[in-house]
């Protein structure tokens, strides 16, 4: 089956930690992102790759990193720099930028 | 920044009920996408809009992208329990990829 897998589906880190997220895509879009969904809140772009080796930052980049070695893969690092990490952190990708994005099932950070 | 204004917030539906919501922009965007989300879930694409004054249905769903260029609305018809959730829409200007979220609308059952 085609689509976007993200794991796990919760996690938990200690303060201070690095911690990196995984979205994987099988159907061959170009473009892929990061997004933050705080409670009762609205989607915000972290990061964005429209292109394997190249990625530009989102509204939020600040305490995040992102690398997209492969077309198919676009991890996400939370870093200890984020001040506050615990969020519903979602992935999506696009054949293209001007193209429809199409989301993963998400994976839930809680930073004790 | 452009923002979008979502309205209304939260809804309360009766099933059977039509509900409508609506978005607008203070800039013109070139897309408009409606999205629902389950709770914990990501959101799934209901519907795409590309062109100005463009009506597009799915099912009981219905939205269209305003003449203006700057607002968009959705209607569900004859709304069963499953629609409950949360509705977005976004915007895509000419700027180029970066999607613009509404705040959302929640969608609730009646008691």
């Known amino acids: 089956d085609g689509g976007i897998t993200q794991s796990p589906k919760y996690l938990f880190r200690k303060e201070g930690q690095n911690v990196t997220l995984s979205c994987e895509q099988n159907l061959n879009h170009d473009a892929m992102y990061w997004y933050r969904q705080d409670p009762g809140q609205g989607l915000r772009l972290i990061y964005y790759s429209q292109i394997v080796n190249d990625f530009q930052k989102g509204d939020i980049a600040e305490g995040y990193s992102v690398s997209r070695e492969k077309k198919e893969s676009f991890p996400l690092t939370v870093t200890s720099a984020q001040k506050n990490p615990t969020a519903f952190y979602l992935c999506a990708s696009s054949r293209g930028p001007a193209n429809e994005q199409f989301f993963g099932p998400g994976t839930r950070l809680t930073v004790l | 920044g452009q923002q979008l204004n979502q309205s209304p917030q939260s809804m309360f539906i009766q099933e059977g009920e039509d509900v409508s919501m609506n978005c607008t922009s203070s800039s013109i965007f070139n897309t408009w996408l409606w999205y629902k989300q389950d709770p914990g879930e990501g959101p799934v694409l209901l519907i795409a809009?590309?062109?100005?004054?463009e009506l597009t249905s799915n099912g009981r769903l219905t939205a269209q992208f305003g003449i203006t260029r700057k607002d968009s609305f959705l209607n569900i018809s004859a709304s069963i329990p499953s629609d409950v959730g949360i509705y977005f829409c976004?915007?895509?200007?000419?700027?180029?990829?970066?999607?613009?979220f509404g705040g959302g609308t929640r969608v609730l059952v009646k008691p």
């Open positions: 809009l590309y062109k100005a004054g």
């Open positions: 976004a915007g895509q200007g000419a700027a180029g990829n970066k999607l613009t």
